[in-house]
């Protein structure tokens, strides 16, 4: 249980230092960011739902972590390069995976 407030609050505190932080994103560069912190968003909770069943293990968290975002910031640019708005096709992947992650943990505690 100690893992999940000192979870909890790091989020808040990188939530806050994101905000406050004067540095901005380059509108070229927003889809890229947007789909590859859904990307890290889906691993994070994917993470959280492996921590719960007891089968979490941190070199495939990182590694997916990694590949995740890498893979979706590649698919937006190779379909920039097409002409074709894949970000959609990696928001609606990430978005469901990411709703079955938050079902897993929601069933868990009820």
Request: glycine share 10%; proline share 3%; aromatic share 12%.
């Amino acid at each position: 249980m100690q893992v999940i407030v000192v979870a909890i609050l790091f989020a808040i505190l990188g939530v806050v230092l994101g905000v406050l932080s004067p540095v901005t994103i380059p509108v070229t560069y927003a889809r890229y960011t947007a789909v590859a912190l859904l990307a890290a968003l889906d691993s994070i909770f994917g993470a959280f739902k492996a921590y719960i069943a007891g089968t979490f293990e941190p070199r495939v968290f990182f590694s997916g972590l990694l590949t995740n975002m890498t893979l979706a910031a590649g698919l937006v640019y190779f379909g920039d390069k097409l002409g074709v708005d894949l970000s959609i096709a990696a928001i609606v992947a990430f978005g469901v995976r990411i709703f079955n992650n938050l079902g897993a943990i929601r069933r868990h505690y009820l």
